[in-house]
Protein backbone atom coordinates (compact mmCIF):
# COMPACT_ATOMS: atom_id res chain seq x y z
CA UNK A 1 0.00 0.00 0.00
CA UNK A 2 1.47 3.75 -0.80
CA UNK A 3 0.40 7.21 -0.75
CA UNK A 4 -1.26 6.36 2.95
CA UNK A 5 0.40 8.44 5.75
CA UNK A 6 -1.68 6.73 8.84
CA UNK A 7 0.20 3.51 10.65
CA UNK A 8 -0.43 -0.27 8.09
CA UNK A 9 -2.09 -2.72 9.33
CA UNK A 10 -0.92 -5.57 8.47
CA UNK A 11 -2.78 -8.19 6.39
CA UNK A 12 -3.22 -11.57 8.63
CA UNK A 13 -2.02 -14.73 7.00
CA UNK A 14 -5.80 -16.27 7.18
CA UNK A 15 -7.61 -12.81 5.47
CA UNK A 16 -4.82 -13.46 2.81
CA UNK A 17 -5.62 -17.22 2.80
CA UNK A 18 -9.75 -16.62 2.34
CA UNK A 19 -9.53 -14.27 0.03
CA UNK A 20 -7.30 -16.41 -2.26
CA UNK A 21 -9.90 -19.28 -1.79
CA UNK A 22 -12.80 -17.31 -2.48
CA UNK A 23 -11.70 -15.65 -5.52
CA UNK A 24 -11.81 -12.48 -3.83
CA UNK A 25 -8.11 -10.95 -3.87
CA UNK A 26 -8.32 -9.34 -7.39
CA UNK A 27 -11.49 -7.28 -5.93
CA UNK A 28 -9.86 -7.04 -2.70
CA UNK A 29 -6.16 -5.55 -4.67
CA UNK A 30 -9.08 -3.19 -6.28
CA UNK A 31 -9.84 -0.98 -3.52
CA UNK A 32 -8.19 2.03 -2.86
CA UNK A 33 -5.25 2.01 -0.27
CA UNK A 34 -7.75 3.26 2.50
CA UNK A 35 -10.17 0.91 2.27
CA UNK A 36 -7.74 -1.96 2.39
CA UNK A 37 -6.04 -0.55 5.04
CA UNK A 38 -9.17 0.31 7.18
CA UNK A 39 -10.83 -3.19 6.49
CA UNK A 40 -7.47 -4.71 7.67
CA UNK A 41 -7.02 -2.16 10.73
CA UNK A 42 -11.17 -2.76 11.57
CA UNK A 43 -10.35 -6.84 11.57
CA UNK A 44 -7.71 -6.87 13.71
CA UNK A 45 -9.41 -4.67 16.35
CA UNK A 46 -11.42 -7.07 17.57
CA UNK A 47 -11.03 -8.49 20.88
CA UNK A 48 -13.75 -11.44 20.12
CA UNK A 49 -13.03 -14.48 17.52
CA UNK A 50 -17.09 -14.14 16.76
CA UNK A 51 -16.39 -10.59 15.86
CA UNK A 52 -13.88 -10.98 14.24
CA UNK A 53 -15.28 -13.56 12.22
CA UNK A 54 -18.11 -10.97 11.60
CA UNK A 55 -16.53 -8.51 10.78
CA UNK A 56 -14.42 -10.81 8.00
CA UNK A 57 -17.34 -11.65 6.44
CA UNK A 58 -19.36 -8.12 6.05
CA UNK A 59 -15.01 -7.37 4.34
CA UNK A 60 -15.80 -10.32 1.68
CA UNK A 61 -19.72 -9.89 1.34
CA UNK A 62 -18.90 -6.18 0.17
CA UNK A 63 -15.92 -7.31 -2.52
CA UNK A 64 -18.11 -10.05 -3.51
CA UNK A 65 -21.28 -7.55 -4.00
CA UNK A 66 -18.96 -4.39 -5.07
CA UNK A 67 -19.76 -1.02 -4.61
CA UNK A 68 -20.01 -1.02 -0.97
CA UNK A 69 -17.81 0.14 1.61
CA UNK A 70 -18.46 -0.21 4.80
CA UNK A 71 -22.13 -0.72 4.21
CA UNK A 72 -22.36 2.62 2.40
CA UNK A 73 -22.50 2.99 -1.13
CA UNK A 74 -19.22 3.48 -3.45
CA UNK A 75 -18.28 3.96 -6.68
CA UNK A 76 -15.01 2.75 -7.52
Known amino acids: MTGLKRTLNPMPDDVSAVLVERGLITAYEARPDYQ ?31 GVYMNMAWRG
Open 36 to 66: KNDYLGWISRTRRPDTRQKRLDQMLDELQRG
